[in-house]
């Protein structure tokens, strides 16, 4: 039996009658950090017996995610990292099965999967293994097998990894307590073993898991098994996770730094001069005495030594610059030297903020908002692809260098999918940006999305061709229901009408009404989307306001003189 401090482990396998064992599973308990941004995998899987190839498809489904899913990046989800190695895993599955050319009748298995992270058990599966949960003495089915039975001996698998280019994977999560029991196996067991015999097996055997398997499967034969048997038993022991003293404890590792200025020296960095101050951190100048580069360096203010939940939020700011290579997001500098205080190095920047842009260029060239507005989205679709929304967009957030780069800085209010699913004893603060550029979902309480970004972009896009919002300036909690969109037309009479058209879909307050990729977005800004070419859907008021003051004044009179007429008839 293996054990570690989070859960102890039971497996056996056997190929009984068959002259190969094609089954195959793995229980991998990674180091730290890993254990805490991806968890603990527990795997099985049944190469399918009519395929010569069966051992090599469930050797690889289980290799790949035993230890592909380790190299997923930290800000996905469990679901999106799992179901993305096991879509690559079918893919080459499937190419190599029908490309043998001695006939091979494929390569394919079934398979079962479960990630512990944090408090949560999250489930995946295809084809008929499967994964009970022993909870109060209660042995749970947890998964549903995907099969069709010919007859009372003989059934046909409708799911399988390696038959097809289009896999369906069936995915659950469940909360996970200290003490539950999990148990994955094999149709060679569950088809000629009773529920209630694994569990008294299980109770028979709680200090030997190995034991408890080994008998499972040995019975499962016995009881006339012809096929490849495997039980795998997992008992939580710990929830992964840290306690509010262990967190405080990583919180303040490091000092916050003495108050810096010109020609002093940190870790190797000699200050310049400081870029900015507020209550809550202090930017500075500094050149790195090794490189001879200059970088900026961000200490936090110690207002907040003792705040946890501030220095969780600094410390998330580096995370996830450190998770981004793009070259139109602040890079955060990795530093190779021993580090003796709190703060964070990145990249320094010679340039201006897009505000500072904006107030220089009050009429800008729509190819120059193009070029800018492409280099911002780029930059936002590579949080997007890792799973993160930026959550702050404005034009302070965004800086242009002397070259004419674009990128976009502040990570601090970004919100990270792969994080969002530990569970934290910090009461994490919930940013919601910048009001005029926030998405109407925030205010309203609604869960955000990458469409909540779309939104601040487009509100971006419209400031910088109109110098206003396209909400006005009552736009906050109060007024969101009241308040409607202002056609750019109205304010810039030369605009496009299909530029006006992408403006409002990207700002629409209905996030389903949005553009669903900023792609999207900036497409129909270069390109003329026939939906918004229809003189007939832009009102009169945008599209020919005299004409519209005055058929509203004819009306008027109209219906005065009728109004008189009656009076003195």
């Known amino acids: 039996?293996?054990?570690?401090?989070?859960?102890?482990?039971?497996?056996?396998?056997?190929?009984?009658?068959?002259?190969?064992?094609?089954?195959?599973?793995?229980?991998?308990?990674?180091?730290?950090?890993?254990?805490?941004?991806?968890?603990?995998?527990?795997?099985i899987a049944d190469g399918v017996s009519s395929c010569d190839e069966g051992k090599v498809a469930s050797e690889t489904c289980v290799n790949s995610l035993m230890h592909d899913y380790y190299c997923t990046p930290d800000s996905w989800t469990v679901k999106t990292s799992i179901e993305k190695v096991l879509l690559a895993t079918n893919r080459w599955l499937y190419s190599h099965g029908q490309q043998d050319p001695h006939g091979q009748k494929g390569m394919a298995t079934t398979l079962s999967a479960m990630v512990i992270k944090s408090s949560t058990a999250h489930l995946f599966h295809i084809g008929d293994t499967r994964i009970y949960q022993l909870s109060n003495n209660d042995l749970e089915l947890l998964t549903q097998d995907h099969c069709i039975w010919a007859s009372e001996d003989k059934n046909y698998l409708t799911r399988a990894v390696g038959i097809d280019l289009r896999m369906d994977i069936d995915y659950k999560k469940i909360p996970v307590q200290v003490g539950d029991i999990f148990v994955?196996?094999?149709?060679?067991?569950?088809?000629?073993?009773?529920?209630?015999?694994?569990?008294?097996?299980?109770?028979?055997?709680?200090?030997?898991?190995?034991?408890?398997?080994?008998?499972?499967?040995?019975?499962?034969?016995?009881?006339?098994?012809?096929?490849?048997?495997?039980?795998?038993?997992?008992?939580?022991?710990?929830?992964?996770?840290?306690?509010?003293?262990?967190?405080?404890?990583k919180l303040t590792e490091l000092p916050f730094p003495p108050e810096l200025s010109a020609g002093m020296k940190l870790d190797g960095y000699k200050i310049v001069r400081e870029l900015?101050?507020?209550?809550?951190?202090?930017?500075?100048?500094?050149?790195?005495?090794?490189?001879?580069?200059?970088?900026?360096?961000k200490t936090p203010s110690v207002n907040y030594e003792d705040d946890p939940v501030f220095l969780d939020m600094f410390m998330h700011e580096?995370?996830?610059?450190?998770?981004?290579?793009?070259?139109?997001?602040?890079?955060?500098?990795?530093?190779?030297?021993?580090?003796?205080?709190?703060?964070?190095?990145?990249?320094?920047?010679?340039?201006?903020?897009l505000r500072g842009w904006m107030n220089d260029n009050p009429e800008s060239d729509l190819n120059?908002?193009?070029?800018?507005?492409?280099?911002?989205?780029?930059?936002?679709?590579?949080?997007?692809?890792?799973?993160?929304?930026?959550?702050?967009?404005?034009?302070?957030?965004?800086?242009?260098?002397?070259?004419?780069?674009?990128?976009?800085?502040?990570?601090?209010?970004?919100?990270?999918?792969?994080?969002?699913?530990?569970?934290?004893?910090?009461?994490?603060?919930?940013?919601?940006?910048?009001?005029n550029y926030t998405a109407p979902e925030y205010l309203q309480g609604y869960p955000c999305s990458t469409r909540s970004d779309i939104f601040s972009v487009g509100v971006i896009v419209y400031e910088m061709l109109t110098g206003e919002l396209p909400y006005g300036d009552k736009y906050d909690e109060g007024s969101i229901q009241r308040v409607n969109y202002i056609p750019a037309r109205q304010r810039l009479a030369e605009l496009p009408v299909w530029i006006d058209g992408a403006l409002e879909k990207a700002v629409h307050k209905?996030?389903?009404?949005?553009?669903?990729?900023?792609?999207?977005?900036?497409?129909?800004?270069?390109?003329?989307?026939?939906?918004?070419?229809?003189?007939?859907?832009?009102?009169?008021?945008?599209?020919?306001?005299?004409?519209?003051?005055?058929?509203?004044?004819?009306i008027s009179l109209i219906i005065n003189g009728l109004l008189l007429i009656k009076l003195f008839w």
């Open 318 to 353: 580096e995370w996830v610059g450190s998770r981004l290579d793009n070259n139109h997001v602040l890079r955060v500098v990795e530093q190779n030297r021993p580090r003796h205080f709190l703060y964070y190095v990145s990249e320094y920047i010679d340039g201006q903020t």
């Open 184 to 249: 994955l196996t094999t149709d060679g067991v569950h088809e000629y073993l009773p529920t209630t015999q694994i569990k008294d097996f299980i109770a028979n055997y709680p200090d030997n898991l190995d034991r408890a398997a080994k008998e499972i499967a040995t019975v499962a034969l016995k009881n006339g098994s012809p096929d490849n048997v495997t039980c795998q038993i997992i008992r939580i022991e710990q929830i992964p996770g840290v306690s509010e003293e262990g967190l405080y404890k």
């Open 276 to 297: 900015h101050s507020s209550t809550r951190t202090q930017v500075y100048l500094a050149l790195d005495e090794d490189s001879g580069k200059q970088v900026v360096l």
């Open 368 to 435: 120059a908002v193009r070029e800018i507005v492409g280099q911002i989205s780029r930059g936002i679709m590579a949080f997007h692809n890792k799973e993160m929304i930026h959550q702050d967009l404005k034009p302070e957030n965004i800086m242009i260098d002397s070259e004419g780069t674009v990128k976009i800085i502040d990570f601090g209010s970004t919100k990270i999918a792969g994080i969002e699913e530990i569970t934290t004893p910090l009461d994490r603060l919930t940013l919601l940006g910048t009001k």
């Open 510 to 554: 209905k996030a389903e009404r949005r553009y669903g990729e900023l792609s999207e977005f900036i497409h129909d800004l270069a390109n003329p989307n026939e939906a918004f070419l229809g003189v007939g859907s832009e009102p009169l008021l945008v599209r020919d306001p005299l004409a519209f003051w005055r058929g509203l004044t004819m």
């Open 1 to 43: 039996m293996e054990m570690s401090e989070l859960i102890s482990v039971g497996q056996y396998s056997d190929r009984g009658a068959k002259a190969e064992n094609q089954d195959s599973y793995g229980v991998l308990v990674p180091d730290s950090p890993a254990i805490d941004y991806k968890g603990i995998v527990a795997v």
